[in-house]
């Protein structure tokens, strides 16, 4: 059953990849290449259906994203979302003082926070990953400041949120290790805002970006350039000292992630963090939303897929905001 429920995620989600590939200028035939992806990928989705190991083990959404990204990689495809990935860098840029300005002129620091989480559930909506988020993206486009006001109401489907705003007033953290997600409004005006919070608060923070780009998740390389060009002259980010504020590659070519497999670097980097953040859909819901640490843990983003929502007893478009914290 849980194979049937990955499978029909992923296969939604090779349609929008095999669309986006269709008009990739880089690649020669793209068109025909396309086809290939789409007929290879049915094959080996129907290889699973008759046995499960058939590919190198257990058809969990791990190895069928992990299947469909070597497909299109082996055809040419390597980075089919780059130049919408672009567009909406430039845009979230462009709105990125106005966002952080807006944070900053809430006095209560509760509901600072809770602003801050809404613009991590209203950036995570740019997800070109999700079939329906992609069609009304390509149709009308997405306002993260619409976005922020027209979320599901609360109680979200999982909400520990009144319990993280406790503990935001009383603990601070002394090292936060964060799984970024998607580009344009996700990382730009949800994720760093709520970064910068962090800062301010004396907290070193890692960003943890993929290695490799699948659909329209942040890479590594485009991260560090976005954070080049909102730090003023003088390091800052909007005021904020950015010196314990540090990105790495986290060695995933996927929109999900398997946390035993993450680079060297991120695993030294990690070693001593007292809280990780898995942010989105993929990371944080479809593979590590049940995952224990030895440190808290914040699981945060938007259920996109029906069948995602449906298991969780929540609505689509729901969110989850899972809190675990370790006691000592």
């Avoid at 080996?44 to 990689?73: A, F």
């Avoid at 055809?75 to 780059?82: A, C, E, P, Y």
Wanted: glycine share 6%; net charge negative.
């Amino acid at each position: 059953m849980l194979f049937c429920v990955f499978q029909r995620i992923v296969l939604i989600t090779s349609i929008c990849c095999r669309k986006r590939a269709e008009s990739e200028t880089t690649v020669a035939d793209a068109p025909t290449k396309a086809e290939k992806f789409a007929q290879r990928y049915s094959e080996i989705l129907d290889d699973l259906k008759k046995d499960p190991e058939s590919h190198g083990g257990p058809p969990d959404g791990i190895l069928l994203c992990r299947l469909r990204e070597q497909v299109l990689r082996e055809l040419g495809f390597r980075d089919i979302f780059k130049k919408v990935k672009d567009e909406e860098n430039a845009k979230a840029v462009s709105i990125f003082l106005d966002v952080v300005r807006l944070n900053d002129n809430i006095e209560d620091g509760g509901k600072r926070l809770e602003n801050l989480v809404r613009g991590i559930f209203a950036g995570n909506i740019f997800d070109l990953g999700s079939a329906q988020l992609a069609e009304v993206f390509s149709r009308d486009g997405m306002s993260f400041l619409a976005s922020c006001q027209n979320l599901v109401p609360r109680p979200w489907v999982i909400d520990d949120f009144d319990t993280f705003k406790a503990k935001w007033s009383k603990k601070s953290w002394k090292k936060a290790v964060i799984f970024v997600d998607n580009s344009g409004a996700d990382v730009i005006l949800g994720i760093l805002p709520f970064a910068r919070e962090l800062l301010q608060r004396g907290t070193q923070v890692v960003l943890a970006a993929n290695d490799l780009p699948s659909i329209n998740d942040v890479t590594y390389p485009e991260l560090v350039e976005i954070i080049s060009k909102l730090k003023d002259e003088h390091g800052k980010l909007v005021g904020v000292d950015t010196s314990n504020l540090l990105i790495a590659n986290s060695g995933n070519d996927l929109p999900v992630i398997d946390l035993t497999r993450v680079s060297q670097e991120l695993a030294y980097l990690a070693s001593d963090a007292d809280l990780v953040i898995l942010e989105g859909m993929g990371r944080g819901i479809e593979t590590n939303l049940y995952a224990q640490f030895k440190c808290d843990s914040l699981k945060i983003g938007m259920v996109k897929h029906p069948e995602v929502a449906q298991f969780l007893g929540g609505r689509l478009y729901d969110c989850v905001f899972k809190y675990n914290e370790v006691l000592v």
